[in-house]
């Protein structure tokens, strides 16, 4: 009888291991880019992201950020990461929050330095088509003193493959 019950649950075992997960099938990567040059401005940022797809149209993951600002004299180098929640409506909108944590050093050119961290909370809406997404978010724990962004508001673009 032990012997039996031995190989049942040997059998079980072995069935329930050689069963795939389906988690990596609900996995998108992606992010986002800024380049921008101008006149005496440049800016050069990358944010690749993860996210996890529950069949409920929402989506959790996960992002980290550097973006690299020169406007005259003037320097910042901003690293930070995040927690990133969509909801996929019905009618091609996604609807997004957006925790951030930022570390920023900021630099004049024969000045000082200065280092600032602060954390964002960003509710945002983009029209997705696909892969990609394009929208507004609002910063609602925006501080013009303890920010380097010169507003609440900025764009959102995102893809996911």
């Not at 072995?14 to 880019?33: C, I, L, P, Y």
């Amino acid at each position: 009888m032990k012997k039996y019950i031995t190989l049942f649950c040997l059998g079980l075992s072995m069935t329930s291991f050689s069963q795939k997960s389906d988690f990596w099938e609900h996995v998108q990567f992606g992010g986002g880019f800024t380049l921008n040059f101008a006149n005496n401005q440049t800016n050069i940022g990358i944010a690749p992201s993860a996210i996890y797809n529950f069949d409920n149209g929402f989506a959790l993951g996960a992002s980290v950020n550097y973006l690299h600002s020169k406007i005259n004299d003037f320097t910042t180098n901003l690293y930070g990461a995040s927690l990133i929640s969509l909801y996929q409506t019905k009618f091609g909108f996604q609807l997004s929050g957006e925790f951030d944590y930022n570390f920023a050093n900021q630099q004049i050119l024969g000045g000082g330095t200065t280092n600032l961290n602060f954390p964002a909370l960003h509710l945002g809406v983009a029209y997705n088509q696909g892969r990609f997404a394009v929208g507004l978010r609002y910063d609602v724990l925006y501080d013009e003193n303890n920010s380097v962004f010169a507003s609440p508001i900025s764009p959102v673009v995102r893809f996911y493959f």
